[in-house]
C-alpha cells in the first residue's frame, strides 16, 4: 500500500511539473469570412528552478478554402520570436480552377521560397473537365530571423484548398 501511495505521488508530482514548465499558447483568428489576415503570436514561460533548458513548440494549423473563383489576396503574419531555435513551415495547396501563387517572407521582408500552380480554366470548369493540380512548399530552418514573417496567398479566379502548417521550437 505505501508503494502505491508513492508511484501515485510521483505521478502526481510529475505531471504538476509537467504542466507548469511547459505552459505555452498560440493564438489564431479563424474567421476567415470576415478577416482575411491571420496574425500568429505565442508566449512561453517556464519555471527554471527546476530545470536548465527547455524547448517549447508552438504549432499552427490553417486551412483556406477558396471558392466563388477567389482572387481575394490574403497575408498570413507568423510572430517569430527571438528565442525560437528552429522553424518548420509548410504550404500545401489543391487548386481545382485559377491560379495560386504563395510566398513567404521573413520579418526583414526577404523572399525565402515561393511557387505557383495552375488548374483548369473557367471554361473547362463549367463543363465539368477539370482535374485538381497539387502544389506544395516546405521551409525550414534554424536561428530564424526573429519578427513577423509573411505567408502571401494570392490566388486568380481560383477554386481550391490551402493548407498551412507551421512548427516552432522555442527555447525557454
Not at 470576415?34 to 519555471?47: A, G, L
Not at 521573413?106 to 471554361?123: I, P, W
Request: proline share 2%; charged share 25%.
Amino acid at each position: 500500500m505505501k508503494l502505491k501511495n508513492r508511484v501515485l505521488n510521483v505521478v502526481i508530482l510529475f505531471t504538476i511539473l509537467l504542466f507548469a514548465s511547459h505552459s505555452t499558447y498560440g493564438q489564431t483568428n479563424t474567421n476567415s469570412n470576415t478577416n482575411k489576415n491571420v496574425n500568429v503570436k505565442h508566449s512561453s514561460h517556464s519555471d527554471h528552478s527546476s530545470h536548465s533548458n527547455h524547448c517549447s513548440t508552438v504549432s499552427l494549423k490553417k486551412q483556406i478554402k477558396l471558392t466563388d473563383f477567389d482572387s481575394e489576396k490574403r497575408d498570413i503574419k507568423l510572430s517569430i520570436a527571438k528565442n525560437t531555435s528552429r522553424v518548420s513551415l509548410n504550404v500545401n495547396c489543391l487548386i481545382e480552377v485559377g491560379e495560386l501563387t504563395v510566398e513567404v517572407y521573413n520579418s526583414k521582408g526577404k523572399k525565402q521560397g515561393d511557387f505557383s500552380v495552375e488548374g483548369a480554366s473557367k471554361a473547362k470548369y463549367k463543363k465539368g473537365n477539370t482535374e485538381p493540380v497539387e502544389g506544395q512548399i516546405n521551409f525550414d530552418t534554424s536561428s530564424p530571423v526573429e519578427g513577423d514573417w509573411v505567408i502571401k496567398i494570392i490566388p486568380k479566379q481560383a477554386i481550391g484548398k490551402i493548407m498551412v502548417r507551421s512548427i516552432q521550437n522555442v527555447n525557454n
